[in-house]
């Protein structure tokens, strides 16, 4: 036996060890609150965005009308699709930030929608806005461009009007 207490050191050191890398690796948190990021059923980010590749769609959705949105020749639609039935987004790009103002207004105006008055504009830079006619609604936001830092997002979320 006088063997096995030279060994207890080394067996305490390296338990040791194995306890601290475990516990790096662990789903819990500090908080001993499961940590979603390291739970066995979640991936890593990095394997998540490579198995969710989003494609965009750069064409204006066929479900919605054409009334519902003057569609400018001169722009290309940055991404576009139809979220629930009467219920579309549409999202341009703009070089310049400055530019996503007159743009929303060119497209408000053109298609025939009306403001609400109120232009809201969050602690990260993003302004939104309201717009109406008869049969649609708009929700306007303009967003910095994650992908070039002078330009700005304009996203459109248009909405049917419920029938009565």
Not at 40 to 68: I, M, V
Request: glycine letters at 6%.
């Amino acid at each position: 036996m006088t063997g096995s207490k030279k060994s207890r050191p080394k067996l305490l050191a390296i338990a040791s060890i194995l306890t601290l890398a475990l516990s790096a690796c662990s789903s819990v948190n500090g908080d001993n609150k499961p940590d979603p990021a390291k739970s066995a059923e979640s991936n890593s980010w990095q394997d998540t965005e490579k198995d969710q590749t989003y494609q965009r769609n750069q064409k204006r959705p066929h479900s919605l009308p054409a009334a519902a949105l003057y569609a400018p020749a001169d722009k290309e639609i940055y991404d576009a699709g139809e979220r629930t039935a009467g219920s579309w987004f549409i999202v341009y790009a703009v070089p310049q930030a400055d530019q996503a103002d007159a743009l929303r207004e060119k497209l408000m105006s053109a298609s025939g929608y009306v403001s609400d008055g109120e232009t809201s504009t969050d602690a990260h830079g993003f302004v939104s806005a309201h717009y109406s006619k008869p049969g649609f609604t708009v929700l306007t936001v303009t967003a910095p461009d994650p992908q070039n830092a002078a330009g700005a997002l304009l996203s459109l979320e248009i909405a049917a009007a419920a029938q009565e």
